[in-house]
């Protein structure tokens, strides 16, 4: 069963910083695409940051470019995202989101709570 387990989401003041996690197991991760997304309250889920899996690309919402980064360690199977310069905005949750290679089939995390503010 694809299993995907976040976590680092925390209280943290405007302009700090934070790294997620999400530990992915159940699937062959190395080729799969990793996102992560996240959802205020009374606002729609977003796209925050994809990273592939073959020759591994990135991509960001323009909210978040040049202060988030979506990473990955395969031997690890698990994906990050740190956020520098966080602002109240951002205060979300943050859901991990795989899709296997070949599958056509996405799966979801259960989400971290991240909250900015002072």
């Known amino acids: 069963q694809v299993h995907l387990v976040e976590s680092g989401g925390e209280l943290v003041q405007p302009g700090g910083s934070l790294r997620l996690s999400c530990a992915a197991s159940?699937?062959?991760?190395?080729?799969?695409?990793m996102m992560w997304y996240r959802q205020a309250p009374g606002k729609e889920r977003e796209l925050v940051a994809s990273?592939?899996?073959?020759?591994?690309?990135?991509n960001y919402a323009d909210s978040v470019k040049g202060r988030f980064t979506i990473s990955r360690d395969n031997a690890k199977s698990t994906v990050y995202l740190q956020m520098n310069s966080l602002k109240p905005e951002d205060t979300a949750v943050y859901y991990c989101?795989?899709?296997?290679?070949?599958?056509?089939?996405?799966?979801w995390g259960q989400g971290t709570q991240v909250t900015v503010s002072s």
């Open positions: 989101k795989a899709r296997p290679r070949f599958t056509g089939v996405n799966y």
């Open positions: 159940g699937f062959t991760f190395s080729s799969a695409v």
């Open positions: 990273i592939t899996g073959v020759n591994p690309s990135t």
